[in-house]
T-cell receptor, first 111, second 114 residues
Framework: DAKTTQPPSMDCAEGRAANLPCNHS???????VYWYRQIHSQGPQYIIH???NNETNEMASLIITEDRKSSTLILPHATLRDTAVYYC????????????FGQGTTLQVKP | GAGVSQSPSNKVTEKGKDVELRCDPI?????LYWYRQSLGQGLEFLIY????????KSGLPSDRFSAERTGGSVSTLTIQRTQQEDSAVYLC????????????FGAGTRLSVL
């Protein structure tokens, strides 16, 4: 699975958009980009995933560059409850589906 | 509906004792995963179940660790002769399809070995 690079921490003002970058320059053509987040004292929570097209759901939007070497998770109107560690994971479909988590980005949403 | 349930939520044990951690996956989910999250170590994969069989046990750190799943549902992770380095949060996740990359996690069991 491709390696990812994320900034260790970011701040965002409440009500503003939070844009979390992820670099995955060695991504292969069959690898998807997944985002999970982990709020303090909870288990990780799936947010969104994509292959090459931009994706949007009720939680967030995922923008993947045309060369697929990087992506951005966008939380359009961040709230205090969005404070969490955000993990970008790149992987191909597999028989086992195990997730390999990096260090992620700690997003602090401030009032 | 009910999510993934793990018990106990907290467990304190003495070094050398055995512990059992339980996971109740979401009903109907065939895939079940155990992960461990240690301070400063991040989330590590331990084992994957598809039904009652475990095709991937590659993350179990030693032979003191074992897991089983019965009836395609409940899973138990057992740690024998616990050591202080086993202290961590043990997380269980389930998925509705084999090898599913969209996984639903429980809140975890925090294990403290004194």
């Amino acid at each position: 699975d491709a390696k990812t690079t994320q900034p260790p921490s970011m701040d965002c003002a409440e009500g503003r958009a939070a844009n979390l970058p992820c670099n995955h320059s060695t991504i292969s053509g069959n690898e998807y980009v997944y985002w999970y987040r982990q709020i303090h004292s909870q288990g990780p929570q799936y947010i969104i995933h994509g292959l090459k097209n931009n994706e949007t759901n009720e939680m967030a939007s995922l923008i993947i560059t045309e060369d697929r070497k990087s992506s951005t998770l966008i939380l359009p109107h961040a709230t205090l409850r969005d404070t969490a560690v955000y993990y970008c994971i790149v992987r191909a479909a597999s028989n086992t589906g195990k997730l390999i988590f990096g260090q992620g980005t700690t997003l602090q949403v401030k009032p | 509906g009910a999510g993934v349930s793990q018990s106990p939520s907290n467990k304190v044990t003495e070094k050398g004792k055995d512990v059992e951690l339980r996971c109740d996956p979401i009903s109907g989910h065939t895939a079940l995963y155990w992960y461990r999250q240690s301070l400063g170590q991040g989330l590590e994969f331990l084992i994957y179940f598809q039904g009652n069989s475990a095709p991937d046990k590659s993350g179990l750190p030693s032979d003191r660790f074992s897991a089983e799943r019965t009836g395609g549902s409940v899973s138990t992770l057992t740690i024998q002769r616990t050591q202080q380095e086993d202290s961590a949060v043990y997380l269980c996740a389930s998925s509705p399809i084999p090898g599913g990359d969209i996984q639903y996690f429980g809140a975890g069991t925090r294990l403290s070995v004194l």
